[in-house]
């Protein structure tokens, strides 16, 4: 049993996906081709600003990228709409899962760390209100070094954190790039592919684990 598990949040824990549900009353059957194109230029802008050394929060990332996604699609969001889109990613759900496995996974031994782009405020009060912040030992933020995955200083500042060697931390994630990010600094990697048309980039790093769901990784760690 591994000893030490870091948990991506936003898409690993907490479902993003619902702002789709916010985004028909405006969109309609466009929400969630809409919903795809926000959340790509989101992650885009966080890698642009980690390479460019010009790091903002998350929230502004999600913010810009709100905007660009709006002029790009022309999509009939005002102000308001666009400020109550926002909102909605402090109030985004679990994943059916993620409860039970957390609480699994705490009795059989493991730390667990909540491991995000997100700021530590932001993220500790997601999980909050979620029900999952009180199984973690600790939310850690890239916040405190001021760039974003899959930087390796992000994944050198969680070993750091953790005080827990490469091989025997794990990086558990649904999101290609934090896998491949974590493996390339040492780290052992589960990929959690929660869609059937996730793919993982051919870069010839495979995950230590692949599982469809976060009770299945428990599980398999038991073993």
Request: hydrophobic letters at 45%.
């Amino acid at each position: 049993m591994p000893a030490t598990l870091a948990f991506d949040v936003y898409g690993t824990l907490i479902d993003p996906s619902d702002v789709v549900r916010q985004l028909r009353q405006w969109l309609g059957p466009k929400a969630e081709d809409f919903y795809r194109h926000w959340r790509d230029k989101q992650l885009e802008y966080s890698f642009r600003r980690g390479l460019m050394g010009a790091y903002v929060d998350f929230s502004q990332c999600t913010r810009e990228a709100l905007a660009y996604t709006c002029a790009a699609e022309q999509a009939p969001l005002d102000a308001q709409a666009q400020q109550q889109l926002l909102d909605a990613w402090a109030h985004l759900p679990a994943f059916a899962d993620s409860a039970a496995a957390l609480t699994l996974l705490r009795a059989q031994g493991a730390r667990l760390y909540a491991f995000s782009n997100g700021s530590r405020s932001a993220v500790r009060a997601l999980l909050a209100q979620a029900g999952l912040l009180d199984v973690f030992h600790e939310v850690i933020s890239v916040e405190d070094v001021r760039s974003f995955k899959p930087a390796p200083a992000v994944y050198q500042h969680l070993l750091s954190c953790t005080q827990s060697p490469p091989a025997e931390t794990w990086l558990i994630s649904s999101n290609p790039f934090d896998v491949l990010g974590a493996a390339h600094a040492g780290l052992r990697c589960a990929w959690i592919k929660r869609s059937a048309n996730s793919v993982l980039d051919p870069w010839g790093i495979e995950p230590d684990l692949q599982t469809a769901s976060l009770l299945e990784l428990a599980e398999r760690l038991a073993r």
